[in-house]
């Protein structure tokens, strides 16, 4: 029994992840997932803030379903995100400047994220609080995990390098000057150059639409062996 318990239990964390992820799956979230990955800390920030946001008010609708009148459950539930939206932007702006900076109104957008409000309705509303907080976990976490992949290979084609300075941390960079050389007989010959277009916003669409097709493909291969 307490196998059953525990195998449901990943099952409803792992299905943000994979099976439901909801960039690369059910295609959620795109208004922020275009904008912001633009660089590695903005992936991993908003996902971190998003993911806070997500498991708060997926434990407050949880907790409070058998009170919420159902005529005003929608205004109910925005206000409940719209208060840790609230929270997760001061404590940005205190402790996260450049990131408060970078991230800018998409924080304040995340009150009426599809995501968050997606899964306070049609999960937490009619579930318990554990179930709920594992949605929310793995609904946030294939969040996260999807738009840092988007804002690594957005970063790393365009700029040919990580930023971190203006976190303390320091500057990855794949090449000095922001191309990549093949050095042969000693003479050195560039074979890329940073390609720009990449951190502007038509390359969050090419990146987006590279990686849909590569899980359409490895779909249908997937389809193709399970019906040998």
């Known amino acids: 029994m307490a196998d059953i318990k525990t195998n449901n239990s990943f099952k409803?964390?792992?299905?943000?992840?994979?099976?439901?992820?909801?960039v690369f799956v059910i295609l959620l979230g795109l208004c922020p997932t275009l904008a912001v990955t633009t660089s590695v800390a903005n992936g991993i920030g908003?996902?971190?803030a998003a993911t806070f946001v997500l498991l708060c008010s997926n434990i407050l609708v949880s907790?409070?379903?058998?009170?919420?009148?159902?005529?005003?459950?929608?205004?109910?539930?925005?206000?409940?995100?719209?208060?840790?939206?609230?929270?997760?932007?001061?404590?940005?702006?205190?402790?996260l400047p450049p990131l408060a900076k970078s991230l800018g109104v998409f924080v304040q957008l995340l009150v009426v994220n599809c995501i968050i409000l997606?899964?306070?309705?049609?999960?937490?509303?009619k579930n318990n609080i554990v179930n709920s907080i594992l949605d929310a976990l793995g609904m946030g976490l294939g969040f996260t995990i999807a738009i840092t992949l988007i804002s690594l290979i957005r970063e790393v084609i365009g700029t040919c390098g990580i930023d971190f300075r203006d976190y303390g941390a320091q500057?990855?960079?794949?090449?000095?000057?922001?191309?990549?050389y093949l050095e042969i007989f000693g003479k050195k010959i560039e074979v890329f150059k940073g390609a720009l277009v990449f951190i502007a916003p038509g390359g969050a669409f090419i990146v987006v639409g590279v990686i849909l097709a590569a899980i359409n493909y490895l779909k249908i291969l997937q389809s193709k062996k399970d019906k040998k």
């Open 12 to 22: 409803e964390f792992a299905k943000g992840i994979f099976k439901e992820n909801p």
């Open 46 to 48: 908003m996902g971190i």
């Open 63 to 95: 907790s409070l379903r058998n009170f919420i009148p159902e005529k005003i459950r929608i205004p109910s539930y925005i206000v409940i995100i719209a208060s840790f939206v609230t929270i997760v932007d001061l404590l940005l702006q205190a402790y």
């Open 118 to 125: 997606g899964r306070a309705e049609a999960f937490a509303s």
């Open 171 to 180: 500057n990855i960079l794949l090449s000095q000057d922001g191309s990549f």
